[in-house]
């Protein structure tokens, strides 16, 4: 993992807990992702946080619209797995009663709580029970004063996201609060990552980043790569959503994905396959979903290669542990790039079963 | 797209030409995919490429691992609607066969084409053909004497691989050549992220991005588009090339979705939809599916926004050009923010249907 350490410098910043959880100050970066079931459903809801947990997810966000879900968040925290952070807007009271149903994160902007004073009871109260807040900034939920600004030419869109950002931060630091993360969102890639590299010389609050509004997985997962990627790179990242129109599941996976694949997690099974070409002499396609599926269930770290061509196959994938190539009839298994096995080509896909399976006792 | 503009500083290089795609010193970043037919079956390939073109893809490349394909390559050559680069390996013959039967590029290392002689007959007939050649590394395929440094410690993967292709490239330079384009390609993304940094300050040659053997569409997808979207947002990107185990269609639209991510490309429509919450009260995800599936065949640059929410649906997806938004039985659609119809929700997919068309028209 040396190469990693090396590609990412991440922003110095202050450090918050949700529940247990570290955010910032260099602390591994939690993925983050929110429940889609009726809040006022404790049960369902409780049963998408364990599926969610268990898939990887260490934060846990509910949309609190009214004092019914308010009550079954004391249900819901009381059973999550996970710390649960409340989802916030307008109403003052909602913060309260989520702080005393066992919230440990708030996400509301104090802006929208109507007068000053409101804003005063829910920091005092979120002090006491030392949960931090989120306040955060959509591109597409900036006020008329802002978007006129923006309109007149006077600022531009994420410079304007990011001032109004600040006015928030200043609301709670006025009210002696710091225990705050910072999100930016915008559904597209480039005005956000303006926005976090903004703000990143604006303060050293911790920040929550997502592209919002994504989409589906069909484009949503290549936007969300894409954004989040870049800005996990630029080391502005300290904890993360993936928003999909989909199964929570699904963001739980992207957002995992993508730290695997910059080396900060390890996510089990990490396949490599070639993409084939006019030289490939065996149903590649068909025996990568194949392998995929069979380590769909593994939570080890194994690099496992399949590829097409018997010739550049075990060299292509020298960094695998296990590996296999096929053509014209003969397969090879081999192990970090050495061949330890030639098998007939139907045979290619259980050979590689035992050698995975080998490797776990090996390992073990 | 100003912000774009702002966010992207491409390297300065010099400029290839791979049949009339200009690639380098700022042209716009051409999308490549690989055909997976036998090269040797003519039709079933141009069929491929046929389908690649219309999806978008400016750059085809065919494998030709022997003289029947070689001779192929002339039929392919001459049907194609995409510039043919001819990928080689080991024997000279192949390509200069290749750029006889009219290939517009070649792909190859010159260290592995044996005699210094023979480096020289392929760089006198690329250049007297007026056709570049990409040379390129691959992690896993460094010559032994690369990998014992590295094993050593004396060199990092990622300095072996540019010390490796800069050796490449000086074979073609001493040939009098340097219509010269650099591939660095690794399946970890931290090292040909650092790889492509590292050649940026040796040479001004153009490069080919891309992640190699990245697997299948699941996760394939994902290191794509943090890999090769983190380098384009760096500027080091002046060809791409996505690389799946799936059909080189899957190839070309996640290539050019990176683009259009980054506001390099209008790639037809763009639906932004809410991931949904607690808050929702319509089926948001079977609606985003079919508004995707609607979508799925308009080539015009229209964003659509498919909302959950009546309350703060139109304001968040104030960009988007049409959109729409459910709750409670009752559906609205917007333009650019503004709510100008109110139908039943089971109305909502028809409504938003006809005002695509409508917009359609007004912007024809």
Redesign the interface.
């Known amino acids: 993992m040396a190469?990693?350490i090396?590609?990412?410098k991440r922003r110095k910043t202050r450090r918050i807990y949700i529940g247990k959880v570290p955010v910032g100050d260099g602390a591994p970066i939690p993925v983050q992702s929110?429940?889609?079931?009726?809040?006022?459903d404790a049960a369902a809801?409780l049963i998408q946080i364990h599926g969610l947990a268990k898939a990887g997810c260490e934060i846990i966000r509910?949309?609190?619209?009214d004092e019914n879900?308010a009550s079954a968040l004391r249900e819901i925290c009381a059973g999550s797995p996970l710390p649960v952070i409340a989802?916030i807007h307008f109403n003052h009271k909602l913060a309260i009663l989520a702080l005393e149903a066992g919230a440990q994160g708030l996400r509301l902007n104090p802006g929208n709580l109507g007068k000053s004073e409101h804003v005063k009871t829910v920091a005092k109260e979120a002090l006491s029970h030392k949960v931090p807040i989120r306040v955060g900034v959509?591109?597409?939920?900036l006020s008329e004063a802002w978007?006129e600004k923006v309109h007149q030419g006077a600022l531009?869109?994420?410079e304007a996201m990011v001032e109004s950002a600040l006015g928030q931060i200043r609301l709670l630091e006025d009210c002696g609060f710091d225990q705050i993360k910072v999100a930016l969102k915008a559904?597209?890639?480039?005005?956000t990552?303006?926005a976090y590299r903004l703000m990143a010389q604006k303060c050293d609050y911790p920040f929550h980043a997502g592209i919002?509004?994504?989409?589906?997985p069909?484009?949503?997962?290549?936007?969300s790569?894409?954004?989040i990627?870049?800005l996990v790179?630029e080391g502005l990242v300290d904890t993360l959503r993936v928003?999909?129109?989909?199964d929570?599941l699904e963001?739980v996976f992207?957002g995992i994905?993508?730290l695997q694949?910059?080396?900060l997690r390890e996510a089990g099974p990490?396949?490599?396959?070639?993409?084939?070409?006019?030289?490939?002499e065996i149903n590649?396609?068909d025996l990568?979903?194949k392998v995929?599926e069979v380590l769909a269930g593994e939570t080890i770290p194994i690099k496992v290669?399949?590829?097409g061509c018997v010739v550049?196959g075990p060299?292509?994938?020298?960094?695998a542990d296990v590996g296999i190539a096929g053509g014209k009839g003969v397969g090879i298994v081999f192990r970090k790039g050495e061949i330890i096995d030639r098998v007939d080509e139907k045979e290619l896909l259980s050979a590689l079963v035992r050698e995975i399976e080998r490797y776990k006792k090996e390992i073990r």
Not at 34 to 40: A, E, P, Q, S, Y
Not at 187 to 191: C, E, F, I, L, Q
Not at 218 to 223: H, L, N, V, W
């Open positions: 190469d990693q090396v590609v990412i929110m429940t889609k079931t009726d809040t006022r809801t509910c949309a609190v619209p879900a989802d959509n591109a597409g939920s978007r531009t869109i994420e559904s597209d890639v480039p005005t990552i303006m919002t509004e994504a989409g589906t069909r484009t949503g997962i290549i936007k790569s894409v954004g990627g870049a790179l928003s999909l129109t989909a929570p963001e992207v994905r993508i694949t910059l080396g990490d396949l490599i396959s070639c993409p084939t070409c006019g030289r490939v590649l396609r990568a979903d995929e290669a399949v590829m550049n060299g292509e994938a020298r960094e």
